[in-house]
């Protein structure tokens, strides 16, 4: 891996989650599946059969590519940087842009981006703007679609 894998804490618990929601459920769920699809004979025309190792294979892979993730994690904490005052990897940053439009994100690693909860990764061209940046510092923010310039309003480490 070239990059380091950072990840918070909240982000490190759910991919161990999802992890063993596979390995517990899903997955012998869906080998007795395959297993009861086997048992009735002819596999070439069994729709159970063939797409319950389809399936399968799916499961595995995710099984594998979690565990190389989780084993690769390197665990920041937030709250560690709360005497700081710089934004950090973890910390959550209000902006307020240059039409006064308020807008909060989190920066996180790429195993939890989740752009519906404004959960950024810090690879990002906002969060690369923002990371070692303090409280009022106004920023340029490089995108496709042309410059924008905010200036920072919180930072909080949660």
Same mark, same amino acid.
């Given at each position: 891996?070239?990059?380091?894998?950072?990840?918070?804490?909240?982000?490190?618990?759910?991919?161990?989650?999802?992890?063993?929601?596979?390995?517990?459920? *899903?997955?012998?769920?869906?080998?007795?599946?395959?297993?009861?699809?086997?048992? %009735?004979?002819?596999?070439?025309? %069994?729709?159970?059969?063939?797409?319950?190792?389809?399936?399968?294979?799916?499961?595995?892979?995710?099984?594998?590519?979690?565990?190389?993730? +989780?084993?690769?994690?390197? +665990?920041? *904490?937030?709250?560690?940087?709360? %005497?700081?005052?710089?934004?950090?990897?973890?910390?959550?940053?209000?902006?307020?842009?240059?039409?006064?439009?308020?807008?909060?994100?989190?920066?996180?690693?790429?195993?939890? +981006? *989740?752009?519906?909860?404004?959960?950024?990764?810090?690879?990002?061209?906002?969060?690369?703007?923002?990371? %070692?940046?303090?409280?009022? *510092?106004?920023?340029? +923010?490089?995108?496709?679609?042309?410059?924008?310039?905010?200036?920072?309003?919180?930072?909080?480490?949660?």
């Amino acid at each position: 891996m070239s990059t380091p894998n950072y990840i918070t804490p909240a982000g490190l618990q759910k991919l161990k989650e999802e992890l063993e929601f596979l390995m517990k459920e *899903d997955r012998p769920q869906v080998v007795k599946t395959v297993a009861w699809a086997a048992s %009735n004979g002819d596999r070439s025309e %069994n729709a159970d059969y063939i797409y319950g190792k389809r399936r399968l294979r799916q499961i595995d892979g995710r099984i594998r590519w979690l565990t190389k993730r +989780i084993e690769a994690a390197q +665990i920041v *904490d937030p709250k560690e940087h709360v %005497n700081t005052g710089k934004v950090v990897f973890g910390a959550t940053v209000t902006i307020e842009d240059e039409d006064g439009e308020l807008k909060t994100y989190q920066i996180v690693g790429e195993d939890e +981006i *989740d752009t519906a909860k404004m959960k950024i990764s810090w690879k990002s061209p906002i969060a690369k703007a923002l990371l %070692n940046k303090k409280l009022g *510092d106004e920023i340029e +923010i490089r995108r496709p679609k042309g410059e924008s310039y905010v200036e920072i309003r919180e930072i909080q480490y949660i």
